[in-house]
């Protein structure tokens, strides 16, 4: 008997991977349907919001070389749609000069010749006028790197993948996923079958994958988005081309501090501290946890001072961290067909579209674009437990 199949591909979770893994299914031909909980958009997951960073700069350099390429392809979005995604800013690192992470960073870029320009404790100021530079630490510029306007690029990932015939299903929440060689996947709505299906369910992830006995170990935390006031208006604009920064580590905190120009509030810095307190996400408002703005406050107090150090504008958003902060892309170890991409750790908006070339691959049986030996479930190993 045979099993009728209604698609090529089954993508759940229309955040910026999955949109960018649907749009890649029907570049190339594939019958896709994009299955989404809320009604689109939304500001429930990971991918809301009008601005991420986009830099080449890294500790590692499978990420720098992974840049090389997506810088192309988030191009070719914009020429495809006639849209303006991405705006040149530069990216502003600091860190204690002779730390690991800073030099890592700073190999990593040169190694890969990225346009990059060292700054000296002389020369700082100049180039980056209301910033205190902190004792011993360097300083240098990614001048590649920018800020992605990201709700536009989600609409935008999306409209496309319409266009090429794709299709958009949204308020509708998966709620079972059946293995086989044809995959029925069951919703609020109905049931749907397809050849292979792909989950980018951001911080549901492991909620998705507990219908195909895998879990991942994957933490959800909530992050508080905090704006800053400027005390003299325009300081730290973009139209000013104040860059995009990032503190690898410092005298406040562990974790890295990072920020954009003002851009999207007129006289107000997002700056954020790359870390927050674990939540359910279908609880995301019940966590307060505020511990992470004493942390920045001090920071602001110490290096930003057109600043005021009391945040204006506090949003929420989530990360889903895998225990090395590397992403997870791979294919279930039972059924080759089922693929997922997870765990992207506060920093896979910028890989979106590489991403979703990279699943595509995956969820095809091709041969992959990229060693993908960082992002593959074997390197969690015993924490891996599969109970199929
Ligand atoms: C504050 C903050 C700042 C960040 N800054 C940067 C940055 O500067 N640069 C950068 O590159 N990255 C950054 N990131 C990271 C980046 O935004 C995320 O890595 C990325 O958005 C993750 O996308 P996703 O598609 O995996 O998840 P999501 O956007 O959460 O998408 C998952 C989707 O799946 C849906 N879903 C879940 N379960 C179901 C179900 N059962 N049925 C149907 N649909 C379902 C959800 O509703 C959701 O829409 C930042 C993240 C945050 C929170
Ligand atoms: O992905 C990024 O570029 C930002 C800045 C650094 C921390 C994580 N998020």
């Given at each position: 008997m045979s099993v009728e199949v209604d698609y090529d591909c089954i993508v759940i979770g229309a955040g910026v991977q999955g949109s960018f893994t649907a749009y890649q299914l029907a570049k190339k031909n594939k019958k896709t349907v994009l299955l989404e909980?809320?009604?689109?958009?939304?500001?429930?997951?990971?991918?809301?919001?009008?601005t991420r960073i986009i830099r080449?700069?890294?500790?590692?350099d499978f990420y720098t070389h992974m840049m090389e390429e997506c810088y192309e392809l988030w191009a070719q979005l914009e020429r495809e749609a006639g849209v303006k995604l991405y705006r040149q800013t530069g990216l502003l690192v600091m860190g204690p000069e002779y730390s690991q992470s800073y030099q890592l960073f700073k190999n990593t870029l040169q190694r890969n010749k990225v346009p990059t320009v060292i700054l000296n404790r002389d020369n700082f100021r100049q180039h980056i006028p209301h910033v205190n530079l902190a004792e011993g630490d360097g300083a240098l510029v990614d001048i590649t790197a920018g800020v992605l306007y990201a709700d536009r690029a989600l609409k935008t990932v999306q409209g496309q993948f319409q266009k090429l015939g794709g299709v958009i299903r949204d308020t509708e929440k998966v709620t079972d996923i059946t293995p086989g060689p044809v995959v029925t996947v069951s919703t609020s709505a109905g049931v749907y079958r397809a050849k292979s299906v792909v989950i980018t369910a951001g911080p549901w992830a492991n909620r998705l994958l507990a219908h195909t006995g895998l879990q991942l170990p994957l933490e959800v935390v909530k992050i508080n988005v905090c704006y800053w006031k400027e005390?003299?208006?325009?300081?730290?604009d973009v139209k000013q081309r104040f860059p995009c920064f990032l503190q690898t580590e410092g005298e406040e905190a562990k974790e890295h501090i990072y920020g954009l120009p003002s851009n999207e509030y007129p006289g107000l810095v997002k700056i954020c501290y790359h870390m927050g307190s674990e939540t359910d996400p279908d609880q995301r408002d019940k966590q307060t946890d505020r511990s992470d703005i004493d942390i920045l406050q001090r920071f602001i107090a110490r290096?930003?001072?057109?600043?005021?150090?009391?945040?204006a504008v506090v949003e929420s958003c989530m990360y889903t961290l895998t225990p090395d902060r590397h992403f997870v892309l791979d294919c279930h170890p039972d059924y080759s067909n089922i693929v997922f991409g997870a765990g992207?750790?506060?920093?896979?908006f910028k890989f979106g579209p590489i991403i979703g070339k990279l699943l595509c691959e995956l969820s095809l049986g091709e041969v992959s674009s990229y060693d993908l030996s960082p992002f593959?479930?074997?390197?969690f190993q015993t924490k891996t437990k599969s109970a199929l």
């Open positions: 909980q809320f009604v689109l958009p939304h500001s429930r997951g990971s991918s809301h919001g009008q080449k700069a890294y500790e590692q005390k003299v208006p325009g300081s730290y290096s930003f001072p057109g600043l005021l150090p009391e945040p992207f750790s506060g920093h896979g593959r479930i074997r390197r």
